[in-house]
Nanobody, 115 residues
Framework: QVQLVESGGGLVQPGGSLRLSCAAS????????MSWYRQVPGKQRELVAVITNTGTTNYIDSVKGRFTIFRNNAKNTVFLQMNSLKPEDTAVYYC?????????WGQGTQVTVSS
């Protein structure tokens, strides 16, 4: 069983930056594929960024060059550095962990980009 706790969301002006953190409990964190998703009301949850257990990363086109996903296996934590934020990045951001076809979700953290 894995428990995920996100933090770091908040209100930021367009062009600003935020760093989201997701702390995981349990063992074998380094073997999990970790992802960040986001969801706005009335829309499906979408995958934003993923990092595999080997460190391979991938991003949706709309955040490439602005967002960076990275992990610290020693601290059981995955991060999402978000720069040059836009109003359309406003959403609830969720952390996800997957291993052996079993997935786990955090409770989400709100990111609002507005002037």
């Amino acid at each position: 069983q894995v428990q995920l706790v996100e933090s770091g969301g908040g209100l930021v002006q367009p062009g600003g930056s935020l760093r989201l953190s997701c702390a995981a409990s349990g063992s074998f964190f380094s073997s999990y594929t970790m992802s960040w998703y986001r969801q706005v009301p009335g829309k499906q949850r979408e995958l934003v960024a993923v990092i595999t257990n080997t460190g391979t990363t991938n991003y949706i086109d709309s955040v490439k060059g602005r967002f960076t996903i990275f992990r610290n296996n020693a601290k059981n934590t995955v991060f999402l550095q978000m720069n040059s934020l836009k109003p359309e990045d406003t959403a609830v951001y969720y952390c996800n962990a997957v291993k052996d076809l079993r997935g786990y979700w955090g409770q989400g953290t709100q990111v609002t980009v507005s002037s």
